[in-house]
């Protein structure tokens, strides 16, 4: 299986609410980073949590990081129709390189 | 500055034919990045390249190549291609330096058809 998951695999909201997304990872990482793709194209990067750091926000984001429990949440407060999107974690592992671990992925709808 | 480009964007390919595909970092990124993506395996990492070598590789078969130019710009290439092989490729681009901590730039992609 994969070294992230995210959960739950879709999600369906109303604008203006808030929209919470979840994802587990297995191994020791240096850094997660979650990304959102709109439908078939490329992916942007939204935030980069360290292993180091427990919260950290940016905009109407905010993500959380528990080591201990290998897990991450993802929070956009205030959904827009514009955040309709899926988004990933993903997991950086604790050596050189650029070889990112994606998880499945969050369809999130927003609807207006 | 100019984001990271792909070429080309879409393609149709017959089954034992190859392909090559073309990413062009943005300008002072050193580490370039493929990944496959699929409705069923979904995003999958092929493999990385940094100053023209290859730093990690993914577990896909040796149809997969790719290299990198002095100019930091990426080819990858699949020979004897698949129906399976059917995908949306994208390439990233990063600074590459330090223990895996930087932000990944994506391209828009090249998605793939193989009949």
């Known amino acids: 299986s994969q070294q992230g998951e995210e959960d739950p695999q879709a999600l369906s909201i109303q604008e203006g609410e808030n929209a919470t997304m979840n994802c587990s990872y297995k191994?020791?990482?240096?850094?997660l980073q979650w990304y959102r793709q709109n439908s078939g194209r490329g992916l942007v990067h939204l935030i980069l949590i360290r292993s180091n750091e427990r919260e950290k926000h940016s905009g109407r984001l905010r993500v959380t990081l528990d080591t201990s429990k290998k897990s991450s949440s993802l929070l956009i407060t205030a959904s827009r129709a514009a955040d309709t999107a899926s988004y990933f974690c993903a997991t950086v592992l604790d050596n050189y390189g650029q070889n990112f671990v994606f998880g499945p992925g969050t369809r999130l709808s927003v609807l207006p | 500055k100019a984001g990271v480009t792909q070429t080309p964007r879409y393609l149709i390919k017959t089954r034992g034919q190859q392909v090559t595909l073309s990413c062009s970092p943005i300008s002072g990124h050193r580490s370039v990045s493929w990944y496959q993506q699929t409705p069923g395996q979904g995003l999958q990492f092929l493999f990385e390249y940094f100053s023209e070598t290859q730093r990690n590789k993914g577990n896909f078969p040796g149809r997969f190549s790719g290299r990198q130019f002095s100019n930091s710009r990426s080819e990858m290439n699949v020979s004897t291609l698949e129906l399976g092989d059917s995908a949306l490729y994208l390439c990233?681009?990063?600074?590459?330096?330090?223990?895996?901590?930087?932000?990944?730039?994506f391209g828009p992609g090249t998605r793939l058809t193989v009949l």
């Open positions: 990233a681009s990063s600074l590459g330096v330090g223990k895996g901590w930087n932000e990944q730039f």
């Open positions: 191994t020791s990482i240096n850094n």
